[in-house]
């Protein structure tokens, strides 16, 4: 199974989210895909991933996790330990949504979220202070990314499998470049059945 969480104001309807599963569907696979629309609240978030890999055997598991979708990612492959793919991760989302408290309006879709200081607060408390086993991990980080520094991702994960992107841009825009490689690391062949 994969566990794909989005980044801040993101959806299930991202560009590497959509990639992903119509690659997935193209394979056979589907059934392997679970991409939900994350609430503003990180408990929450985490709460809702949790119930819908409880179950999963480790070894059955890979959570991907795009900007904020990685932090989470990060928390809950320390927790069942599960391999854990990193795409330009946010590594101190409690400091960079900082300035961001108030209303804003979703990527996609439309609507919006409110994000309020107690979600700070809430980030804090799921952050990992350093990883185990960074072999399960793959950090994908673009030094061109214009929203989160690609040198606090590297210092973030000692060990992980890297792949940096020379240049590049925060939404990894050539993730189709890393699309097959990324399924054969959550253990999904790049053929179809």
């Given at each position: 199974?994969?566990?794909?969480?989005?980044?801040?104001?993101?959806?299930?309807?991202?560009?590497?989210?959509?990639?992903?599963?119509?690659?997935?569907?193209?394979?056979?696979?589907?059934?392997a895909w679970?991409?939900?629309?994350?609430?503003?609240?990180?408990?929450?978030?985490?709460?809702?991933?949790?119930?819908?890999?409880?179950?999963?055997?480790?070894?059955?598991?890979?959570?991907?996790?795009?900007?904020?979708?990685?932090?989470?990612?990060?928390?809950?492959?320390?927790?069942?330990?599960?391999r854990c793919?990193?795409?330009?991760?946010?590594?101190?989302?409690?400091?960079?949504?900082?300035?961001?408290?108030?209303?804003?309006?979703?990527?996609?879709?439309?609507?919006?979220?409110?994000?309020?200081?107690?979600?700070?607060?809430?980030?804090?408390?799921?952050?990992?202070?350093?990883?185990?086993?960074?072999?399960?991990?793959?950090?994908?980080?673009?030094?061109?990314?214009?929203?989160?520094?690609?040198?606090?991702?590297?210092?973030?994960?000692?060990?992980?499998?890297?792949?940096?992107?020379?240049?590049?841009?925060?939404?990894?825009?050539?993730?189709?470049?890393?699309?097959?490689?990324?399924?054969?690391?959550?253990?999904?062949?790049?053929?179809?059945?």
């Amino acid at each position: 199974m994969i566990l794909y969480l989005h980044g801040f104001r993101s959806s299930p309807h991202s560009f590497k989210a959509r990639l992903l599963a119509a690659r997935l569907q193209a394979l056979g696979r589907a059934d392997a895909w679970v991409c939900p629309q994350l609430p503003v609240s990180p408990l929450a978030s985490v709460d809702m991933a949790e119930s819908l890999i409880a179950g999963i055997p480790p070894e059955q598991l890979t959570v991907i996790g795009s900007s904020l979708g990685g932090y989470y990612a990060t928390y809950l492959a320390q927790r069942v330990d599960c391999r854990c793919v990193l795409l330009n991760p946010a590594t101190r989302p409690y400091d960079d949504l900082e300035p961001w408290l108030g209303e804003h309006p979703l990527w996609h879709g439309g609507g919006s979220v409110l994000v309020e200081r107690h979600h700070l607060d809430e980030l804090r408390a799921l952050e990992v202070q350093n990883i185990t086993r960074p072999e399960r991990y793959w950090l994908i980080a673009a030094t061109g990314d214009e929203v989160l520094d690609y040198r606090d991702m590297l210092s973030k994960y000692p060990g992980a499998r890297t792949t940096l992107i020379n240049g590049g841009d925060h939404g990894i825009s050539n993730f189709a470049a890393y699309l097959d490689d990324v399924l054969m690391f959550c253990g999904i062949s790049s053929k179809a059945d």
